[in-house]
């Protein structure tokens, strides 16, 4: 049986489904739902391993236990294949040592000397990771803007092509004479009364002579 005081850590996180069963629609409505946790300041424990706030993203071998086979300035490209040429060396080693001498203590080192080898070549790859990221943002924006210039390109014909459309249809509408617009009753006719004389408006706007002439001749009849 196992100790009751061993704590179990499990490598892979909790299942998300009792978190999501408490963010339903009805507790988000009524101000149930749980709120997020604060951040943390310090240092805290993430599967069984203390992390601090503070570490670098990748921390240095000397940090994790580690020694280092490299010195500080170096040049990656080269290192990995150093690297890479150690680790086919030091397995031919081991299969050589397996084959003629199964018992020997030197396949253990030969095992330790290869995890060591692997460790190296991983922490180099993740160095790379922060410029890997670097890269792909770029590569994502050039994308979005290719993209949005591709769309206000497109945009921008076919706009002009109905500014064309537009132009055309105002061009194909016939021009109205005089004469057309009395054929189509656009010219407005004449207000007359019940009597046959012009309406109300009889007289406004005339000269006063022409005013004066008509009066003589409606006494004079």
Do not use: W
């Amino acid at each position: 049986m196992a100790n009751a005081d061993t704590i179990q850590v499990s490598s892979l996180p909790l299942p998300p489904a009792q978190y999501i069963n408490l963010y339903t629609d009805e507790n988000i409505r009524k101000n149930r739902a749980p709120k997020p946790p604060p951040p943390i300041q310090d240092s805290y424990t993430m599967f069984g391993n203390p992390f601090s706030n503070d570490d670098n993203i990748i921390r240095p071998l000397e940090a994790q236990g580690f020694k280092r086979l490299y010195p500080q300035h170096f040049d990656r490209r080269k290192e990995l294949k150093k690297l890479n040429h150690s680790l086919l060396v030091n397995f031919l080693d081991l299969i050589d040592l397996l084959v003629h001498y199964p018992d020997s203590p030197r396949r253990a080192e030969k095992i330790e000397d290869l995890s060591l080898l692997f460790v190296h070549i991983h922490h180099l790859l993740n160095e790379f990771r922060p410029h890997q990221a670097r890269e792909t943002l770029r590569v994502m924006m050039e994308l979005q803007k290719r993209q949005r210039i591709e769309t206000t390109q497109r945009f921008q014909n076919h706009l002009e092509k109905v500014r064309e459309l537009v132009k055309n249809a105002f061009a194909s509408l016939p021009d109205l004479t005089d004469a057309d617009r009395l054929a189509s009753g656009t010219v407005e006719q004449m207000d007359t009364g019940d009597d046959g004389d012009v309406g109300k408006g009889r007289g406004e706007g005339c000269h006063p002579l022409d005013r004066l002439m008509c009066d003589l001749v409606d006494s004079s009849m």
